[in-house]
């Protein structure tokens, strides 16, 4: 196997398993992910995988912990893969120097400014690497059945991912994402941080953008959910509006791009382990079909 096993939980009846590898797309630094494998898997079977991104300043145990996945995954026998959300100890001056940018923070893209370059290319890792070392595993994991879902930055990349590599995934939903990058702070500072060209350089990055310039949308299947009392939400952070005006200005059917505003709910897992297993359960049906 090309990666070393960290750790192996027991959990509803199938395996939390942790492992890490040394990774190219972020300069052959060490990087680790859990990934749940459910029960009942028949020798030879392989079953559907979701790849869960996760937000600002977490790790890839924050979603495998605390998300409340684990059991609706269980039950649909559907793998969850979650990878961290960024490289770790690249070492760069200013790294480390706050919490929306650097450690943590990797945004799910391909640095074309220097020094982050070298390290901080998160989508070449989650939609090249990690799968590559999925096939090279004895993981019984179908990839040719695959979707993937986040929160906020992950919420993020999940989008940007899904509508970059339309056809790879079967479907892509988020909680409370960052929908429109390109229109807020935590992506100026981002886009300006790690690419070259900046703001119009992320617009390849940016979710509403990508919706918008969508020619043929018959495939599209996105679900979204974002809180009211969510204080990002109302710092305009997150913009999930945005996804359906662009939706309706590429006339992508209304039913193909799902926007839930739900009241009351904040930006915390207690907000994401509320909708959980309504996302697993969506997901599984496209992942089954």
Known sequence: ????????????????IKVAFKASSLGDLETKLNVFIPPNVNQGEKVPVLYYLAGLTCTEDNGAQKGGFLHAASQEKIAIVFPDTSPRGAKIDSEDDSY????GAGFYLTATKKPWNKYYNMYDLIT???PEK??????PIDLERSSIFGHSMGGHGALVIYLRELGTYRSASAFAPISHPTKCPWGDKAFNGYLEGGLEEGKKYDAAELLGQLKSPADVRILVDC?????????????PESLLDAAKNAKIDKDCVQVHLR????HSYYFISTFAADHVRWHAKHLKA
Request: cysteine-free.
């Open 1 to 16: 196997m090309s990666w070393s096993v960290q750790s192996q939980n027991k959990v509803f009846g199938g395996e939390l």
């Open 227 to 239: 809180g009211t009392a969510d204080d990002f939400y109302k710092q305009k952070q997150l913009q």
């Open 128 to 130: 090249k690497e990690i």
């Open 263 to 266: 009241d009351g709910y904040d």
């Open 134 to 139: 999925i096939q090279q595993s004895e993981l």
């Open 100 to 103: 929306d940018f650097g450690t």
